[in-house]
């Protein structure tokens, strides 16, 4: 398959994963296992997360579990909901 051949991957910025389940979000939710080193990579401890796509909050759970604040942007009502109830506990 192209896309994987190793000499074009230094150019891949797209990963293909399987989607992770969370009771009540929507079919697309983050595994927490991918989402756990692009946090920390990219966000020092005491730092801000911003997802604008936040969806059921998974990336909101592995910033605030690891020391970062998070800011989460939703546009459906429902997952906006479920997010703040899941961070509620986090
Ligand atoms: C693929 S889902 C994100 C899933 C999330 N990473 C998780 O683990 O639950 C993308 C989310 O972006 C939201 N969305 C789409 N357009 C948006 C917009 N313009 N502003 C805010 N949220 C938006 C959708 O409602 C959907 O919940």
Redesign the pocket.
């Known amino acids: 398959m192209e896309f994987f051949e190793p000499l074009k991957a230094e150019f891949i910025s797209v990963l293909a994963v399987n989607t992770n389940k969370?009771r009540g979000?929507?079919y697309?939710?983050?595994p927490l296992h991918l989402v756990t080193p692009c946090v920390l990579a990219t966000c020092p401890p005491d730092g801000l997360v911003l997802?604008?796509?936040?969806?059921?909050?998974?990336?909101g759970e592995v910033a605030l579990n690891n020391d970062r604040s998070f800011i989460g942007?939703?546009?459906?009502e429902k997952?906006a909901i479920l997010a703040q109830d899941r961070l509620q506990n986090c």
Do not use: Q
């Open positions: 969370y979000a929507h697309a939710t983050f997802d604008p796509f936040c969806g059921s909050g998974s990336t942007v939703e546009l459906v997952s």
